[in-house]
């Protein structure tokens, strides 16, 4: 199928995509790479009377370190995540799982900004961004604000986002060397989205114990969800195999993921737990080495 008809605008500049979504704040979408946009605009399941392109918006394409984050700019494409060194070397778990991210041509194209305001809950972004309590700057003609993701994230394909906002910049913590991490997720192929996915960050302090425990899952709900507080009891603790069986199995506790015709709702309780598990005992494995690295 073709898309329905649209007028197309390209802006040179921030201000003038800002004031054109003033302009038709209900009738306009944005694009940039439209790994997603395109396909549903093609199978006219979105019919936008406005297309806003914004890859002129040079400014807004940057990897940079500020303090304890690293401020990445809503254009950078992907797979520019993929390769930085500034991010294996400050928050590896970032590269680590945009990797995962359908094929090298997709992540060439698809944008940070563009992944984390469609929301898709199986999408690698969404779900780094929860598990690292990032931090979305939204700007408008009215100014900047800042979300975190728990806030920005409502519902399927929903966020926060006004119709006359865009998302300009997304931070992520920096991961110490006493900070271990992984992301794991299961698809029925390589490329394909995600059935089901997890992420873990945590830390030890100079006696081997936990004393912080970061856990977030997607495929559970509509969007990924953050549980640290469901695992917080287990900090304080040497972790073992049965320390690792007892978070999981805790972590999954009250989630009620739906079935469909990819997986039952238990499939997915199963593959979950086994993730979890996987990503914590590579948290614990690297936790020992990146002292080492960095």
Not at 59 to 87: H, M, Y
Not at 105 to 115: D, K, L
Not at 175 to 200: I, N, T
Not at 210 to 224: E, F, K, M, Q, T
């Amino acid at each position: 199928m073709k898309p329905a008809n649209f007028s197309y605008h390209r802006p040179s500049n921030l201000d003038e995509a800002l004031k054109l979504l003033d302009t038709y704040p209900d009738e306009a979408k944005v694009i940039a790479g439209g790994q997603s946009l395109v396909p549903m605009m093609n199978m006219r399941l979105a019919r936008p009377e406005y297309l806003i392109d914004i890859n002129d918006l040079k400014d807004l394409s940057f990897i940079r370190k500020a303090g304890d984050w690293i401020e990445v700019g809503a254009l950078t494409r992907q797979a520019e995540l993929e390769a930085s060194a500034l991010l294996k070397e400050f928050c590896p778990i970032v590269p680590e799982a945009i990797r995962h991210v359908g094929h090298y041509a997709i992540r060439q194209r698809g944008t940070v900004g563009g992944s984390i305001a469609h929301a898709d809950p199986s999408a690698e972004l969404p779900l780094l961004a929860v598990l690292l309590r990032a931090q979305m700057a939204i700007t408008s003609s009215e100014g900047t604000r800042t979300a975190s993701a728990e806030e920005f994230f409502v519902t399927i394909y929903t966020t926060d986002l006004l119709p006359t906002e865009l998302v300009t910049q997304v931070s992520f913590p920096v991961l110490g060397p006493k900070q271990g991490f992984s992301y794991q997720e299961f698809s029925r192929r390589a490329g394909d989205f995600a059935l089901v996915s997890a992420g873990s960050v945590l830390t030890l302090d100079d006696e081997g114990k936990v004393v912080d425990l970061n856990l977030a899952v997607a495929g559970a709900d509509a969007i990924p969800l953050n549980v640290r507080d469901k695992v917080a009891s287990f900090c304080g603790e040497k972790p073992d195999e049965n320390w690792i069986k007892s978070v999981s199995q805790a972590a999954i506790e009250g989630l009620e993921p739906d079935s469909d015709l990819h997986a039952t709702a238990q499939d997915r309780l199963e593959w979950l737990e086994l993730l979890i598990q996987r990503a914590l005992k590579e948290s614990l494995v690297r936790v020992q080495t990146r002292g080492d690295v960095r």
